[in-house]
Each structure stands twice: as C-alpha cells, then as structure tokens.
C-alpha cells in the first residue's frame, strides 16, 4: 500500500470534507441529468421494451424527437432484405382525457395516446405486456394507464372516462411507464382507428422491424440503410435508445441547466476540495518535513499529494456513486423516472476525478513550509 493510500485511509476525517464535496458535486449533475433523461425515457419506453430489432425513420432524423412521418410506400422497401421477418409503424398520437367520476374532481388533462398490437408476440407489442394484460386492453375503447398517472387523470383501475370525446373504460394499471411531462395513456391499434386517431393512409410513422436473427442487426442496417437511398434510416434498438438519450439532453433548456450545474459543481467541488486538501497537507506538514529531513526531494512530495489528492477523487465516486443509488430508488418510489447514460456517468467520473486533481495541485504550495529546520524549534 503507497505512503498517500494509506494517509487517506488511517487520517479519513481530515479528507472527509472533501470527499462528501466531490459527491454532492457530482449529485447535483447526475441527479439532473437522470431526471431529465428519465423524462426523456418516459416518451421512448414503447421503443425501449418494443420486441423490434430494428428501428426505420424519416432520413434526416437524429433520434426519435426529430423523427417525422413517412410515406408508406416506403414500407414495402423494407422487405428488400431477406433477413427481415416482420414490419410495422409506430401508431401514436394525443387528446384530452377527462374522468367521468360522479361527485368527484373533475379533471381534463390533454395525455399522449399510443397504440400497441395485441395479438400474442406481436411485433408492436411490449415486452413487459403479459398475456391478461394483453387480452385486457383489446377489447374496443379500453385503455393502460400507468399508476403513476391515475392521481393526475382522476381515474383507478374499472373507471370510466372520455378520451378524444369517446368513452373509454380503464381496462390495465401499468407500473413502468411514467411521465413527468404529459401522461401516456395506451390503447389497442384498433381502438385509435375506431376513434379516429390513427394516420393517414398514405403516411406511415417510425416502423418497427423484426429479423430472423438479432445478432445480424447491425447488418441488416446497414443493407437498408442502402435499400433506402436517403428516403429513410435504419436505426439499431441500442443506437436509437442512446440517440434519445444524447438528443433529449441536448435540447436547449436541458443544455442551460445541465451546463449551469456543471459549472456551478465545478466551482463548488475545487474550491471546497483544494481548501480542505490544504488543511490535511498543512496538518501533516511536520511528517513531510521529516521526509525531506530524510533526502525526499520535493518532487517525490508533490507526487505524493497528487496521489492523495487522486485517491481523494476515487472515494468522492464511490460515494457519488452511493448517494446516486440512493436518489434514484427514492425517486422511483414515488414514480418519477430517473436514467443514467453511460457517456454521462463517464463524463462525470471524469469530471470529478479532474476536480480532484487540480485541487491537489493548488494544495502543493503548502509544502513551501516543510522545512527540515522546523522539526528542531
């Protein structure tokens, strides 16, 4: 175990300060982010647990937000690729949602409306749909709406209500499809054409794609991608998930805030850690004196707060890495969805570990003051 190791480990509650302030940095940044992500998520959760392989939208689409309807002679071109099993469109769209509850609040709340295909496997059919579930919600105008939503909308589980002016029963509770922003109410394909919600006939939105064998996904892309000829792009399901997260951060406002509180982390975690790396450099101020008593040159005890101040950065995201945990599953108990990319937690991890290194570097012009001559006084 290296001399810096140990010091932080046997003297822990002189870098304490530092260690929470490097984690309370990198909360205020994750926490964000796995909010505003967890929005994000809310909107794609019938991509993220779709059976489809693969994901086909309009050609100059970045993700899913940007993605625009397409012409549904488009579909047939699909087929072009030998491996493709089955297609189908993505059927979504929106109304007003009131609750008919007698004597109680009433409630008009404009929710998204989005279409599942309820045969058994069913392409367009979620994977976390079991079969009651399934056979539930296809009967006409019956509709799944997530617990999360039912405070919102006035409704539980056998109420009726009015979706787009036509009458709807609550036919299927949900638990994983929450949504901060608009709740998502989920209806059977037949029932969004029998209220009229469902597209145009000549236009078709994102389609979904299954193929013989998943492990040939990127393959298969790539051919339709050529297939398409810039009439449209074929996306996989791990690249479209991850394109939705990157573009819901990068949308203006979520850009603001999250730059803010990066800035702001940044200044709290350099200026809280540098000071208190200072004062347990200072505190030891004689044992380095010792060393260089001993021949270490001053080189050798720069590196060694860098080490220190390196390790100080370690134990700062283990404990982000604890409290993250922690915000997160409170946050799920009270239904508001939080999710963490990976170039997220990396770029943080970075970002802290950075913080941590350069406040051991304005913490070395303490060691002016370990001279030799001092042990004797």
Same mark, same amino acid.
């Given at each position: 175990?290296?001399?810096?190791?140990?010091?932080?480990?046997?003297?822990?509650?002189?870098?304490?300060?530092?260690?929470?302030?490097?984690?309370?940095?990198?909360?205020?940044?994750?926490?964000?982010?796995?909010?505003?992500?967890?929005? @994000?998520?809310?909107?794609?959760?019938?991509?993220?647990?779709?059976?489809?392989?693969?994901?086909?939208?309009?050609?100059?689409?970045?993700?899913?937000?940007?993605?625009?309807?397409?012409?549904?002679?488009?579909?047939?071109?699909?087929?072009?690729?030998?491996?493709?099993?089955?297609?189908?469109?993505?059927?979504?769209?929106?109304?007003?949602?009131?609750?008919?509850?007698?004597?109680?609040?009433?409630?008009?709340?404009?929710?998204?409306?989005?279409?599942?295909?309820?045969?058994?496997?069913?392409?367009?059919?979620?994977?976390?749909?079991?079969?009651?579930?399934?056979?539930?919600?296809?009967?006409?105008?019956?509709?799944?709406?997530?617990?999360?939503?039912?405070?919102?909308?006035?409704?539980?589980?056998?109420?009726?209500?009015?979706?787009?002016?036509?009458?709807?029963?609550?036919?299927?509770?949900?638990?994983?499809?929450?949504?901060?922003?608009?709740?998502?109410?989920?209806?059977?394909?037949?029932?969004?054409?029998?209220?009229?919600?469902?597209?145009?006939?000549?236009?078709?939105?994102?389609?979904?794609?299954?193929?013989?064998?998943?492990?040939?996904?990127?393959?298969?892309?790539?051919?339709?991608?050529?297939?398409?000829?810039?009439?449209?792009?074929?996306?996989?399901?791990?690249?479209?998930?991850?394109?939705?997260?990157?573009?819901?951060?990068?949308?203006?406002?979520?850009?603001?805030?999250?730059?803010?509180?990066?800035?702001?982390?940044?200044?709290?975690?350099?200026?809280?850690?540098?000071?208190?790396?200072?004062?347990?450099?200072?505190?030891?101020?004689?044992?380095?004196?010792?060393?260089?008593?001993? @021949?270490?040159?001053?080189?050798?005890?720069?590196?060694?707060?860098?080490?220190?101040?390196?390790?100080?950065?370690?134990? @700062?995201?283990?404990?982000?890495?604890?409290?993250?945990?922690?915000?997160?599953?409170?946050?799920?108990?009270?239904?508001?969805?939080?999710?963490?990319?990976?170039?997220?937690?990396?770029?943080?991890?970075?970002?802290?570990?950075?913080?941590?290194?350069?406040? @051991?570097?304005?913490?070395?012009?303490?060691?002016?003051?370990?001279?030799?001559?001092?042990?004797?006084?």
């Amino acid at each position: 175990m290296s001399l810096a190791l140990s010091t932080v480990i046997y003297e822990w509650r002189r870098y304490l300060a530092a260690v929470v302030a490097l984690a309370f940095s990198g909360l205020l940044i994750l926490a964000q982010v796995g909010m505003f992500v967890g929005i @994000g998520k809310a909107f794609t959760a019938t991509i993220d647990r779709s059976r489809a392989d693969i994901f086909v939208l309009s050609p100059k689409s970045t993700d899913l937000f940007s993605s625009t309807g397409m012409p549904r002679r488009l579909k047939p071109l699909v087929y072009l690729d030998p491996d493709v099993v089955e297609v189908t469109d993505m059927a979504q769209n929106g109304g007003l949602f009131s609750n008919l509850n007698k004597g109680g609040e009433k409630k008009r709340t404009y929710v998204n409306v989005s279409a599942v295909d309820v045969a058994p496997n069913a392409l367009g059919l979620p994977t976390d749909f079991d079969d009651a579930m399934r056979q539930a919600i296809s009967e006409p105008y019956t509709v799944a709406i997530d617990k999360s939503a039912l405070g919102a909308l006035g409704v539980k589980l056998g109420d009726t209500a009015a979706l787009g002016g036509h009458s709807v029963k609550v036919a299927v509770v949900l638990t994983n499809y929450p949504n901060l922003v608009q709740p998502t109410v989920m209806v059977s394909r037949q029932t969004l054409q029998l209220m009229g919600m469902a597209r145009p006939a000549n236009r078709v939105g994102p389609m979904m794609v299954r193929i013989r064998d998943p492990k040939n996904a990127e393959t298969v892309r790539d051919h339709l991608n050529v297939i398409g000829k810039d009439q449209f792009h074929a996306w996989t399901k791990a690249e479209l998930s991850a394109a939705n997260d990157a573009g819901f951060i990068k949308q203006q406002f979520i850009g603001i805030i999250l730059g803010f509180s990066v800035i702001l982390g940044f200044g709290i975690g350099v200026g809280i850690t540098s000071q208190t790396l200072r004062g347990a450099v200072l505190g030891n101020i004689k044992e380095f004196a010792s060393l260089r008593a001993l @021949g270490v040159s001053m080189g050798s005890l720069r590196a060694i707060v860098m080490e220190l101040s390196f390790w100080v950065g370690v134990a @700062g995201l283990v404990l982000t890495g604890v409290l993250v945990t922690g915000v997160a599953a409170l946050a799920g108990s009270g239904g508001v969805p939080m999710s963490f990319p990976p170039f997220a937690l990396i770029s943080v991890s970075i970002l802290l570990l950075a913080i941590a290194v350069l406040s @051991g570097f304005l913490a070395m012009g303490v060691l002016k003051k370990s001279q030799p001559a001092d042990l004797l006084r």
